[in-house]
């Protein structure tokens, strides 16, 4: 998990993001907590972490016209992308 956040490099592309990628996996150790349900946790913080810098773009950094244009994008967003990414 620790890996791919820093493969990632929010921290570097995205300063303004909070970095929490622990207590979100601990988040999710709370719902899957027995070890045949590793893969689970790792995908679902990881989709967790994607949202929250998702939430720190729309509350910290964006102007309302580029929120607009951003908003536009994830609507037209294929999942199937989504899910390659977080692979």
């Known amino acids: 998990m620790f890996r791919w956040w820093k493969e990632v490099d929010f921290e570097r592309k995205l300063p303004f993001?909070?970095?929490?990628?622990?207590?979100?996996?601990?988040?999710?150790?709370?719902?899957?907590?027995?070890p045949h349900y590793s893969a689970a946790r790792i995908i679902v913080?990881?989709?967790?972490?994607?949202?929250t810098v998702m939430d720190d773009i729309y509350d910290a950094f964006g102007t309302f016209e580029e929120l607009e244009i951003?908003?536009?994008?994830?609507?037209?967003f294929e999942i199937i992308t989504f899910l390659l990414f977080l692979i």
């Not at 993001?17 to 719902?31: K, N, Q, S």
């Open 17 to 34: 993001g909070r970095d929490r990628i622990v207590e979100l996996y601990f988040w999710t150790m709370a719902v899957y907590f027995e």
């Open 45 to 51: 913080s990881k989709i967790i972490a994607v949202g």
């Open 70 to 76: 951003f908003t536009e994008a994830i609507r037209r």
